[in-house]
Structure formats: structure tokens, C-alpha cells
């Protein structure tokens, strides 16, 4: 053990690890957080898409005095002022919703910013771990190199080590029902509009889920699937499934005739349960 001693310590510097860091450090509070990626928001695994702080006032009305964090305009890739929902048959629904559409490499540095600027210590390139003790715990790379925390928090994402290291194992509750697979294209060379992003309902290649044509400006577009487990057939591929959206949805197809397919991503993650 380092020694060292935090009020709180932070497994994971992605947006809920390093927003916790913002409003903890800000209160005055001793903040360390570890993030094992060497560049926080490197690689990109989201589609970006990001509400107006106006609009999670209406999701979330019961929320008193709800703290989202601003984006700075350079993190904006481009607004979006509605949403459009296609049905399976090809049914279009369009209704006003305003979101961000973020470069989340730079929103997830501008974070990491205004939480060193409130003092708290952020570690990168480290994969740390959580070793209980009855006063919250130590947390680093191995235990001689742990720092202390009277409360730890573990932001370390989907299954969480840190959750499940204190007792909390994520995958008892969170049934197949209850997490989804994403995965995703960032598409270029597209002539998609720029502020609606499209939401699709379509059993046939996001079974459980739905697919997504979100807008990143200068003719690019986050174009993904989320599925769940227990509605795909066992002989089916995500990464088909993706292909049959972008190919044979009758919709989407024509929006994305002649894009390019940049770069790749996927991951799981919790869509209910605590
Ligand atoms: C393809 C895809 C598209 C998505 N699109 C959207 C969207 O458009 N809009 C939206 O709101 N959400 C979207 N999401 C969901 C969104 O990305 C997540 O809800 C969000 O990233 C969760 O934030 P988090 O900070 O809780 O976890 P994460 O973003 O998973 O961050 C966890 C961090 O912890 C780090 N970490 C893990 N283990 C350790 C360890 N042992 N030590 C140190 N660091 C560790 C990881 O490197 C990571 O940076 C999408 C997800 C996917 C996969």
C-alpha cells in the first residue's frame, strides 16, 4: 500500500467516473480517479448522441436541481433538433428533440479538465484494482501501489471488476434480458441530414433493440445496432445483422447508398435493472 489517503477514489474515467470527479472535487472533497485507457475518451465506443441539458429536464422530471454538465462547443460535432423514428414497414415519425451530437474524446478530456482544475488526481494508462477494507478501500495497480479511498466508486463500465470485488455482482441482476450489444460504424461520404438523427425499429437486424443513423457533420454518421441475446437466433452474426440494417432496411439503406465505413466498435452494456 502507497499510503496515500483520497475521500473518494474512482475506478474508471469515462463520462460517469469523471463526472462524479467533477462534482466531488468541486465540493472540496480529496479526488483520485484511475482510467486504464492511455487517452480518456480513446477509442470512442457511443454514438454520440447526447441530449440538451433542457430535455433531460423533461426525462427526468422528478430530479430537483439536475447538475449535467455543459459541453463545450468544440465537443459539439453537430445539434440535432429532432428525432425520426422508422417503423418496420417504413413508417416515419418525426418529432422535435434537441441533442448534442459529441466528439466524445474531446467532452470526456474537458471533464478530466475541470476536475484536476478542482484538485482531484487522475491516473491514466492503469488498470487498477479494488482491495476491500471495512473503511471503503484500496485502489492501484496492485496492492503495494493502492492508494486509499473512505468511499470508492466503480465506474469502471459493464461487467464492473470494482462492483463485483465489493459484493456487488452486476451479472446476477442484469439477466440477458437486461443487457444489450452494441455495435457500430462510423460511415463517411454519406449525404445524411444533419440535424435529425433516425431511430429504427426493425426486428429483422436489431432484434430487441433498434438501429441508429446519428449525424456527425461533414458528411459522416454514427450507423449502429443494439440487440439483445434472447430475440437473436443462434445462428446469427451482430456484425451481419449490421451489414442486412445498412444494406437491406428499405430506408436506411437509401440514406447510406455510397458511404464508407471508417472504423469499427462494439461493446455490451446494462439497458435496465438498478
Ligand atoms: C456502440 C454504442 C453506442 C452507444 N451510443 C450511445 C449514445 O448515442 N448516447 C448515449 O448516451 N449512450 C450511448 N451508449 C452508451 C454509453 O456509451 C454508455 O452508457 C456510457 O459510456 C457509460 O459511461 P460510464 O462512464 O458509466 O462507463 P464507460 O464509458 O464504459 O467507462 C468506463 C471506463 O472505465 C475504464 N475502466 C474499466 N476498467 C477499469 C479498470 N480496472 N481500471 C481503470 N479503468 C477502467 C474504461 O476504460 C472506461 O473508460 C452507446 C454504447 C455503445 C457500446
Not at 475518451?41 to 440538451?52: D, K, L, S
Request: aromatic letters at 8%.
Amino acid at each position: 500500500m502507497n499510503g496515500s489517503k483520497y475521500d473518494v477514489v474512482i475506478v474508471g474515467g469515462g463520462p460517469g467516473g469523471l463526472s462524479a470527479a467533477v462534482h466531488l472535487s468541486k465540493k472540496g472533497l480529496k479526488v483520485k480517479v484511475f482510467e486504464k485507457k492511455k487517452i480518456l475518451g480513446t477509442p470512442v465506443r457511443c454514438g454520440e448522441y447526447f441530449p440538451v441539458k433542457a430535455e433531460m429536464e423533461k426525462l427526468v422530471p422528478r430530479v430537483k436541481n439536475l447538475d449535467v454538465i455543459d459541453a463545450p462547443p468544440e465537443s459539439v460535432d453537430t445539434t440535432c433538433r429532432s428525432i425520426r423514428m422508422i417503423s418496420p414497414r417504413g413508417h416515419e415519425f418525426e418529432f422535435p428533440f434537441a441533442a448534442y451530437i459529441l466528439d466524445r474524446h474531446i467532452f470526456e478530456s474537458h471533464l478530466g479538465e475541470i476536475a484536476q482544475s478542482h484538485g482531484a488526481d487522475i491516473d491514466i494508462g492503469i488498470q487498477a484494482h479494488y482491495f476491500p477494507d471495512d473503511q471503503g478501500g484500496w485502489v492501484g495497480p496492485t496492492r503495494e501501489k493502492a492508494v486509499h479511498g473512505d468511499i470508492i466508486i466503480a465506474a469502471d463500465g459493464y461487467p464492473s471488476e470494482t462492483a463485483e470485488r465489493a459484493g456487488l455482482p452486476e451479472r446476477a441482476y442484469a439477466g440477458p434480458y437486461a443487457v444489450a450489444t452494441n455495435i457500430e460504424y462510423l460511415m463517411t461520404d454519406l449525404n445524411v441530414e444533419q440535424n435529425v438523427a433516425e431511430m429504427y425499429m426493425d426486428p429483422r437486424y436489431s432484434p430487441g433493440g433498434y438501429g441508429w443513423i446519428i449525424p456527425k457533420g461533414h458528411g459522416r454518421a454514427n450507423v449502429g445496432i443494439g440487440i439483445r441475446e434472447p430475440y437473436v437466433r443462434r445462428d446469427w452474426q451482430i456484425r451481419d445483422l449490421l451489414t442486412g440494417f445498412i444494406e437491406k432496411n428499405a430506408v436506411a439503406s437509401k440514406r447510406l447508398a455510397g458511404g464508407n465505413k471508417a472504423s469499427m466498435i462494439g461493446d455490451s452494456l446494462p439497458v435496465d435493472g438498478p
